[in-house]
């Protein structure tokens, strides 16, 4: 089967509730079980600067939602974790998408569209109080996601935009590149409904009507007993409809217990006792995850160090990544001039010889077109010095070749490989 890749990132700005435990973290560990994903799931502190200029909230923010994932079951050794500025390729990437990435794009953002109207409608200068950090966030998204070439990037409906924009950034560096980034699709989780808040709005930390997900219990229970209901009293038939209290106990129920609710609605429980038992129902399946958490957030060092691991993992794609993607914008080594045709513009790779061993404990070489297609096949040899020895020679005697000094395979036809021979050994000269 062929792997899909998954990637999202969670900004770096906040202490993490349970609409976000429900929305997105409980979801996300489900699915990188999966078979046939490969998941990367980073901290966007990067992005939280945009947001936020107070460094210890950064640092603590950072620290509370590594701790989270992981208590929560995050399998660092399955997925690969990571935090964004860890990855200096990321900012590099973004630069050279910003180059290919006309204004008027990111004029068109929401976020940043949203900004200037309130502006208007105070009657202030449009970008008041709106940093080039907010304008390029759809950029830097964009790099987040291409340099690790996600297929899927699960995220909130908010986001389906800037989704767009990473796909329209890749085709237009594709398009005067080459084929470089896969264009990467929005994946939204319509069936987790999204939680509301204390009062019934959508939980939110900009409506500041969050339930802290990793509250200690006698801090949780008088949370959930601040979530509003109507006045109806004991004994009283309650709507489930609308209700905001049912809708939170059903996120966290099996159908067997929305069920007893529902009728326990119906019955006239008092809203007291539904509070009781939704917090009963919360903390049952958060608390061992809050032990866990505790027991992280005691240990940051444990943290710094899986973050580390798990930068270098995700280093071991972006950096060779990155060295292509600077070959391919122009950003060169000079001494590679030499090898470059003087006729051919773009092409700037060149054929190649490829010494290998094979199962049989022969020596080979092979060569190759610029694009990897075979061109010539070597028969077997007993040392690599002897299979050596006629590579040296074809490409120093590229006229010498007649195709009889090698029975085997021709990719191509004869005039060809000699064509591509004279040219190695034109640029070798050069
Ligand atoms: N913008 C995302 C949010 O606010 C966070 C984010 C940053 C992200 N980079 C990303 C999400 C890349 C998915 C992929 O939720």
């Not at 830097?140 to 699960?154: E, S």
């Not at 008088?222 to 905001?244: C, F, M, N, Q």
């Not at 958060?286 to 710094?304: F, G, K, T, V």
Request: charged fraction near 20%; charge should be neutral; include cysteine.
């Amino acid at each position: 089967m062929k792997t899909t890749r998954v990637l999202t990132g969670i900004t770096t700005s906040g202490t993490p509730h349970l609409g976000n435990y429900v929305g997105a973290i409980r979801p996300a560990i489900a699915a990188c079980r999966a078979a046939g994903v490969e998941s990367f799931y980073f901290l966007a502190d990067y992005h939280a600067l945009i947001k936020v200029d107070d460094p210890a909230r950064i640092q603590r923010s950072t620290l509370e939602i590594a701790a989270t994932w992981i208590a929560c079951g995050l399998d660092p050794e399955r997925v690969t974790f990571y935090r964004q500025s860890d990855i200096p390729e990321i900012p590099e990437l973004t630069w050279f998408l910003t180059c290919v990435c006309g204004k008027g794009l990111l004029n068109r953002a929401h976020a940043y569209k949203a900004a200037v109207d309130k502006n208007t409608e105070a009657q202030q200068d449009p970008d008041t109080d709106v940093t080039a950090g907010l304008f390029m966030y759809p950029v830097l998204m964009a790099a987040d996601i291409l340099m690790f070439n996600a297929h899927q990037v699960p995220v909130g409906r908010d986001q389906i935009q800037h989704i767009e924009m990473a796909r329209d950034l890749a085709a237009g560096f594709n398009h005067r590149y080459g084929d470089h980034f896969v264009l990467p699709e929005a994946q939204i989780e319509d069936h987790v409904a999204t939680l509301p808040g204390l009062d019934g709005r959508k939980m939110s930390k900009s409506y500041d009507n969050t339930i802290p997900l990793f509250a200690p219990p006698e801090q949780l229970q008088k949370i959930i007993a601040g979530i509003k209901t109507d006045s109806r009293a004991p004994g009283e038939l309650k709507d489930t409809e609308g209700s905001a209290l049912f809708q939170i106990y059903q996120a966290f129920a099996s159908p067997a217990e929305c069920d007893a609710m529902r009728q326990a609605f119906a019955q006239g429980i008092s809203w007291a006792d539904a509070k009781h038992r939704l917090f009963e129902l919360i903390n049952q399946e958060i608390s061992p995850l809050r032990a866990s958490y505790q027991e992280l957030m005691a240990h940051p060092e444990q943290l710094e160090a899986l973050l580390q691991a798990g930068a270098a993992k995700a280093r071991a794609i972006a950096t060779p990544a990155m060295s292509r993607l600077r070959h391919a914008v122009g950003l060169r080594d000079l001494r590679t001039q030499a090898y470059r045709s003087p006729t051919k513009t773009t092409k700037a790779a060149l054929p190649s010889f490829k010494q290998y061993r094979e199962a049989d404990g022969k020596f080979y070489f092979k060569l190759v077109d610029a694009a990897g297609k075979l061109l010539l096949q070597s028969p077997g040899y007993v040392s690599p010095q002897e299979a050596g020895k006629v590579v040296k020679k074809l490409q120093q005697q590229p006229q010498a070749f007649t195709g009889l000094e090698l029975p085997a395979a021709l990719g191509a036809s004869l005039d060809e490989v000699r064509q591509v021979l004279q040219q190695l050994h034109d640029a070798a000269d050069q």
